[in-house]
């Protein structure tokens, strides 16, 4: 079994800069595609990034292209989410997910991944 650990959330203003990173541990990290969602207070849980095994196949939803960055270490079996120009509509609860066998047309959808981590707090002061 996947464990998965978020890290680098907090507090920043607005046009700030945050890096997430996410922690995997227990499985071939290499082995699966890799994901980030977020969950603002009140609202559902929605996607932001994936990665695929290899570093050049990146997915982002609108709102967040040309500003965050996803990316991924295999050897440290860890993946970031460089977060910059930072909005008050980017505060949210950030998680990060494990996927086996995606594909891109179903990465958005969070029922399609395997393992979740516990998230991390995102809050973009105005």
């Known amino acids: 079994q996947v464990q998965l650990v978020e890290s680098g959330g907090g507090l920043v203003q607005a046009g700030g800069s945050l890096r997430l990173s996410c922690a995997a541990s227990?499985?071939?990290?290499?082995?699966?595609?890799m994901g980030w969602f977020r969950q603002p207070p009140g609202k559902e849980r929605e996607f932001v990034a994936a990665?695929?095994?290899?570093?050049?196949?990146?997915y982002y939803t609108d709102s967040v292209k040309g500003r965050f960055t996803i990316s991924r270490d295999n050897a440290k079996n860890t993946v970031y989410l460089q977060m910059n120009s930072l909005k008050p509509e980017d505060t949210a609860v950030y998680y990060c997910?494990?996927?086996?066998?995606?594909?891109?047309?179903?990465?958005?959808?969070?029922?399609?991944?395997?393992?979740w981590g516990q998230g991390t707090q995102v809050t973009v002061s105005s």
């Open positions: 997910a494990a996927g086996a066998s995606l594909a891109p047309g179903s990465l958005r959808y969070a029922e399609e991944y395997d393992y």
């Open positions: 227990g499985r071939t990290f290499s082995s699966y595609f």
């Open positions: 990665i695929s095994r290899s570093v050049s196949n990146t």
